[in-house]
C-alpha cells in the first residue's frame, strides 16, 4: 500500500498563452497539499513555456507522443522532445485518441513502451463506452485494454500510472458514482494480481477520470482502490486546486 496520491489536469487543446499563465498562477497560490502528485497536461505547443513558468511541485506532462524518437512522422512529438525539454510525462491512450484518432491497444502499447524506454513516466488510460457499459462489458474492455499493457510496461510499472476513465462520463457531467469508480478499480487490482509482475496489484495507482470537480472529488478520494484523478474541464479553473486537495 502506501500509494501515493496523484492528481492530473488534463487541459486537452484549451488554453492560450494568457490563460496558461493565469492557471499556473492559480496553482502557484494553492495552496497544493504537498503530499499529492500534481501532473498537468498541456498542448504540446506550450509545454515549455510551461514547464518554464510552473513551481518545482508541479510536474507538467505532454498529452501524446509518437512511438519512435525521431524520423519522417510530420505533425507528431516523440519522447526524446518531451524529454530534451525538461517534461518528465505523457499522457497515452486517451479515450479521444483512441475513438477519434482511432488508436488502438496495439498502437497505445507501442507508444508506452517506448515512452517508458527513453524514461518518461506514463499516464495510460483506460475505460469504457457507454455501449460496453449498458453490455455488461465494462470488465472485458479494461481488462483488455490493460492486457496489451503487460509486455509493454514489463517490470516498470513503477513509472506508470493508470487512468481509468469510463468514456461516458468524460465531459458529461456524468461522474461514475464511487461505487462504480471503486468496483472497477478493486476489480482491475485483482485482475492486476494474476496478470502483471508480483506487488504491482498493490502498489500501481489507479486514478478516476470522467467528470471530475470539486463537488465529487471528497466522496471518490475517500474510495480505497482510488489514487487520484485525471481532471479535464475542471482543471483550467480554480477548483483544481480544491481537487488536488481532496484528501485533506
Ligand atoms: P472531464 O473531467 O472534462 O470529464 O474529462 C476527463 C478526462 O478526459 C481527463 O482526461
Known sequence: MGRKFIVGGNWKMNGDKKQVADIIETLKKGPLDPNVEVVIGV?????????????????????????????????????????????????????????????????????????????????????????????????????????????????????VVLAYEPVWAIGTGKTASPQQAQDVHASLRKWLSSNAPAGVADSVRIQYGGSVTAANAKELAACPDIDGFLVGGASLKPEFVDIVNATQ
Open 43 to 159: 498542448p504540446a505547443i506550450y509545454l515549455e513555456y510551461v514547464k518554464n513558468i510552473a513551481p518545482a511541485n508541479i510536474e507538467v506532462s505532454a498529452q501524446n507522443c509518437w512511438k519512435v524518437a525521431k524520423g519522417a512522422f510530420t505533425g507528431e512529438i516523440s519522447p526524446a522532445m518531451i524529454k530534451d525539454i525538461g517534461c518528465n510525462w505523457v499522457i497515452l491512450g486517451h479515450s479521444e485518441r483512441r475513438t477519434i484518432f482511432k488508436e488502438q491497444d496495439e498502437l497505445v502499447a507501442e507508444k508506452v513502451a517506448h515512452a517508458l524506454d527513453s524514461g518518461l513516466k506514463v499516464i495510460a488510460c483506460i475505460g469504457e463506452t457507454l455501449e460496453e457499459r449498458e453490455a455488461g462489458k465494462t470488465e472485458e474492455v479494461v481488462f483488455r485494454q490493460t492486457k496489451a499493457l503487460i509486455p509493454a510496461v514489463g517490470d516498470r510499472w513503477a513509472n
